[in-house]
């Protein structure tokens, strides 16, 4: 089984930055690739961005490139989204994803953008 455990959620006024984080455990092997979603409320859930663990090879939702940055630190099993300049319409709750052939998610983290 796998684990996620979401950090580093929070009010944040429009502009500012925060930095989440996704922490792994229980089943390394086999993990394709670890990323975020988020749901607004009232909204459905929708990707935000991904990183395949072996290549380092990183997707984003148009809504937030050149904004937010996805990294890995192997070592620790964890996966990061720097989110800068960010935006009101940026409020949700954030869940961590991972995909070892099935898909995992944590338990979501809030991040609230003030105006």
């Known amino acids: 089984q796998v684990q996620l455990v979401e950090s580093g959620g929070g009010l944040v006024q429009a502009g500012g930055s925060l930095r989440l984080s996704c922490a792994a455990s229980?089943?390394?092997?086999?993990?394709?690739?670890m990323g975020w979603f988020r749901q607004a409320p009232g909204k459905e859930r929708e990707f935000v961005g991904s990183?395949?663990?072996?290549?380092?090879?990183?997707s984003y939702a148009d809504s937030v490139k050149g904004r937010f940055t996805i990294s890995r630190d192997n070592a620790k099993n964890t996966v990061y989204l720097q989110m800068n300049s960010l935006k009101p319409e940026d409020t949700a709750v954030y869940y961590c994803?991972?995909?070892?052939?099935?898909?995992?998610w944590g338990k979501g983290t809030l991040v609230t953008v003030s105006s």
């Open positions: 994803h991972a995909y070892y052939g099935m898909d995992y």
């Open positions: 229980g089943r390394t092997f086999s993990r394709y690739s």
């Open positions: 990183i395949r663990w072996s290549t380092g090879y990183t």
